[in-house]
């Protein structure tokens, strides 16, 4: 997968199994543009909470999103990858990143329902082998403050 598309044709039910610290989580595969190599990461002051800074990427600038500390996946900080995704905005989309600490994998399941207490970035979970991995709503996790537990989302919905 590494620096190409990650699927040519997703499914509903394919998604990209990625590390993030010690757990795995599932993203869509159809948000996936790509794995990318490691490269300079560029920082820059702001107060956005999961902001790192950004890449880029084939003559684009990309957003970087260290989303482990809202997912309470513990950081190693050596990240292999960035997972390239297209996150919505609107009726449009723009590419985002995310560091990925190791291999990436292509999976098919049935997503079920999250736990009624779930966060709202967990859109449910599916189940992979033994394993039952939480499947990640991209829009809602880079909208989450880990340092207030909430999402901009919850608050732009609340006002409206």
Known sequence: MNGMPAVEAPTQNSF???????????LAAGEVTELAP???LHAFPHTS?????????RGRIVPVYDV??????SNTSTHRFYLIARRPIGKSSELCAIPVDGECELASAEVASPDQDHPPYIAGSIAVGDESVDVLNLPALLAFDPASGKSSLQDAEAQS
Request: hydrophobic share 50%; no cysteine.
């Open 16 to 26: 990209v199994l990625l590390q993030l610290g010690r757990r795995r989580f599932g």
């Open 38 to 40: 490691p490269v300079r």
């Open 49 to 57: 909470p999961l902001l790192t800074g950004v890449i880029v990427r």
């Open 68 to 73: 482990a500390s809202a997912l309470d996946a």
